[in-house]
Nanobody, 121 residues
Framework: QVQLVESGGGLVQPGGSLRLSCAASGNIASIYATGWYRQAPGKQRELVAVSTSGGSPNYADSVKGRFTISRDNAKNTVYLQMNSLKSEDTAVYYC???????????????WGQGTQVTVSS
C-alpha cells in the first residue's frame, strides 16, 4: 500500500518562507511525476507546481519566482520551497505522485492528506 505523508505546513507572516515535504512509502518501483496542489476555502483545487522525470518543472503563474519544487528520488520525497509568501497563498496544500508499484505495469495517482499553510500577520 502506498502512502504519501506531508509535513511542513503552518502559520507564517507575509514575506516569510516555508518548506513542505511529501514522503512516499510502500511498494514503489518508479515515480514519474510529482506535484503540489492547493485548495483555498470556497475555491477549487489548483495546480501549484509539477515536476516530471527528465523534464523541467512547471509552475502556476501566481507562484513563479517564489516557489520551487524539487525531489529526492532516493528518498521518494518531493519538496516545495515557498518564499515571499502572500496572504493569497493561504490554502491546504496537497502533494501528488504518479507512480508505479512493483509487480504492476501501470502508473497511478496518489495523494497526500493535505497540510494547512496560513499566511497572516
Amino acid at each position: 500500500q502506498v502512502q504519501l505523508v506531508e509535513s511542513g505546513g503552518g502559520l507564517v507572516q507575509p514575506g516569510g518562507s516555508l518548506r513542505l515535504s511529501c514522503a512516499a512509502s510502500g511498494n514503489i518501483a518508479s515515480i514519474y511525476a510529482t506535484g503540489w496542489y492547493r485548495q483555498a476555502p470556497g475555491k477549487q483545487r489548483e495546480l501549484v507546481a509539477v515536476s516530471t522525470s527528465g523534464g523541467s518543472p512547471n509552475y502556476a503563474d501566481s507562484v513563479k519566482g517564489r516557489f520551487t519544487i524539487s525531489r529526492d528520488n532516493a528518498k521518494n520525497t518531493v519538496y516545495l520551497q515557498m518564499n515571499s509568501l502572500k496572504s493569497e497563498d493561504t490554502a491546504v496544500y496537497y502533494c501528488n505522485m504518479n507512480l508505479r508499484q512493483w509487480g504492476s505495469v501501470t502508473m497511478r495517482d496518489y495523494w497526500g492528506q493535505g497540510t494547512q499553510v496560513t499566511v497572516s500577520s
